[in-house]
C-alpha cells in the first residue's frame, strides 16, 4: 500500500508543476506544508456529511436514573470513541424493549416534553441533541428511571489527521479527490499557467461522485452540486 506521500502528495505537486514525476524527491517543507494543506482539507470535508465517510455506531453508553442531560464527547460524560460531528441516530434497549429515532432540537424537545406527572421511564422517547463543538449535549426524556437500558448513538466524526508517512487506506473515488483537492489548494502557492479549469472541473466532478455515493448509502437522494 502508498503512503500519502507518495499516494497524494507527489502526484499534486506534479498536477502543479512544481515536480514532472513522482519518482521525484521532494524537500522537506514541500512535503510538510503539503501535509498542512491536506489536513485542512480534510477537516473542512468533516463539517460535510455527504464528504464524512467516518460513521461510528457506538453501544453500550451508560446513563444514570435521575439525570436526563449529558455531554457527549472524546471528554464527556457520555465518552466518545472519536470526536462527534453530529449524531444522527439513536436507540435505547432494556431487555426485548426498545426505543429509538433520529435526534431532535432542543426547541422542539422543549415543546413537545409535555410531563405534568413527573413520569420517569426505563426507556426514552425522545433524545435531543445540538451538535456542538467539541462535545454535544444530548438530553433524554422523559427522566431515565431506575436501572435505565442501555443507550446507542450514531454519528459522524472527524476525517483523521494524516501524515506523510501513513499508508493511504480510504474508499473508492477518495484518492484521485484528494490528490485533485490538494492541487487546487496548492496551485494558489504554485499558480499553473493558463489557470486550473480542467482541475477545478475533475475536483467538482470527484467530489460530486463520492457525495453521491454517500448519499445512497444514507437514502437522502441527490447531493447538491460541489461549489
Not at 435526534?103 to 406527572?117: I, M, Y
Not at 486550473?196 to 475533475?202: A, C, G, S
Request: net charge negative; no cysteine.
Amino acid at each position: 500500500m502508498a503512503t500519502y506521500e507518495d499516494a497524494i502528495i507527489k502526484p499534486a505537486y506534479v498536477a502543479v508543476n512544481v515536480i514532472q514525476d513522482t519518482s521525484e524527491t521532494i524537500s522537506t517543507t514541500l512535503r510538510d506544508n503539503a501535509v498542512v494543506v491536506l489536513n485542512q482539507l480534510l477537516s473542512s470535508n468533516s463539517a460535510e456529511r455527504l464528504m464524512g465517510y467516518n460513521v461510528v455506531h457506538q453501544t453500550g453508553l451508560t446513563v444514570t436514573a435521575g439525570t436526563a442531560k449529558y455531554t457527549f464527547g472524546t471528554g464527556g460524560t457520555l465518552v466518545a470513541t472519536s470526536r462527534p460531528v453530529a449524531i444522527t441516530g439513536w436507540d435505547s434497549a432494556s431487555g426485548n424493549f426498545a426505543t429509538g429515532g433520529e435526534p431532535v432540537s432542543f426547541d422542539v424537545l422543549r415543546a413537545r416534553k409535555q410531563n405534568p406527572t413527573a413520569r420517569r421511564s426505563v426507556l426514552p422517547e425522545l433524545l435531543a441533541a445540538d451538535q456542538a463543538y467539541p462535545s454535544i449535549t444530548i438530553e433524554l426524556f422523559p427522566v431515565p428511571d431506575t436501572s435505565p437500558g442501555s443507550l446507542a448513538l450514531d454519528y459522524w466524526t472527524i476525517l483523521a489527521v494524516v501524515a506523510y508517512g501513513d499508508t493511504v487506506t480510504v474508499p473508492e473515488g477518495w484518492e484521485r479527490y484528494m490528490v485533485l483537492g490538494l492541487a487546487r489548494e496548492l496551485s494558489v502557492r504554485y499558480p499553473i499557467e493558463g489557470g486550473r479549469p480542467e482541475l477545478d472541473r475533475n475536483w467538482v466532478e470527484a467530489k460530486t461522485a463520492i457525495s453521491a455515493r454517500v448519499a445512497a448509502i444514507l437514502g437522502g437522494g441527490a447531493p447538491p452540486a460541489a461549489a
